[in-house]
């Protein structure tokens, strides 16, 4: 899985940066979550405005799991 973020600066330039970029081990729906929820916190980003995902159907449920 790769982990990208987008963000824009306090002058307005456009950033992107990859956060993390490692294996799943398991795909299952709790397991990804988790994976996602520990790396958006190892980077300190509680706050996420959108999230983008293949159409994967499992990803739909993940979305909604990160969401709890």
Known sequence: MCLTVHFIDTNWK????VINFYPISSLKVVDMAASITNC???W???TVFSITVDNASSNDITMIEMSK
């Open 44 to 46: 300190g980003l509680a």
């Open 14 to 17: 456009l950033h992107k940066r």
């Open 40 to 42: 958006l916190g190892e």
